[in-house]
């Protein structure tokens, strides 16, 4: 009955449910306006993840970590006045940095960390020998695996927000 079925779905061109949907929103991060910038209010965004190809199914760095796409899509960012957008990749406690590169509407890179934030700023100009960003954040986005921290930031340990080390 299994293989009936299973040619019956091959025959008709159909496929099964959940094999040509849209990624999960796990490989999804928002992108929210910092306010710092008026160009960009009104923007909205997120970077889409997805698994860097391979022969073997997944891809993984050699020291076993999973390689990520990254896709980062904006809309409704305005010109800015003087300068240019720039996207970044982080490490959640900003110690190591990745430069995308400038962004019109989307820009693509890659990742091997788990836990990271997308980084959007402005820049005077686009350097591309420049390692780290100077300008004002103008969007931020966390990875779901970042919303995963420990409790030590809440009730009676609170000291600070943890939005402060960008956790939502």
């Known amino acids: 009955m299994t293989t009936f ?8 061109g159909a496929a099964p449910a959940g094999l040509c949907e849209a990624p999960p929103e796990y490989y999804k991060i928002d992108l929210v306006p910092t306010r710092r910038v008026p160009a960009a209010r009104q923007a909205t965004g997120a970077a889409h993840l997805t698994y860097t190809e391979s022969p073997f199914g997944i891809s993984v760095s050699p020291a076993g970590h999973y390689r ?3 896709e980062v ?8 006045p003087a ?7 982080s490490t959640p406690n900003l110690k190591e940095v990745v430069r995308l590169g400038p962004l019109t509407d989307a820009i693509r890179g890659r990742t091997e960390w788990n836990k990271f934030l997308v980084i959007i700023t402005l820049e005077s100009s686009a350097r591309a020998n420049q390692s780290r960003w ?3 954040v103008v969007m931020r986005g966390l990875s779901r695996s970042g919303l995963m921290h420990t409790m030590a930031g809440h009730g009676p340990y609170e000291q600070e927000p943890c939005t402060v080390y960008g956790y939502y």
């Open 73 to 80: 899509v904006v809309e409704n960012l305005r010109p800015a």
């Open 68 to 70: 990520y796409d990254v």
């Open 83 to 89: 300068g240019v957008y720039v996207a970044w990749l």
């Open 134 to 136: 100077q300008g004002p």
């Open 5 to 12: 079925l299973a040619l019956a779905i091959l025959l008709s």
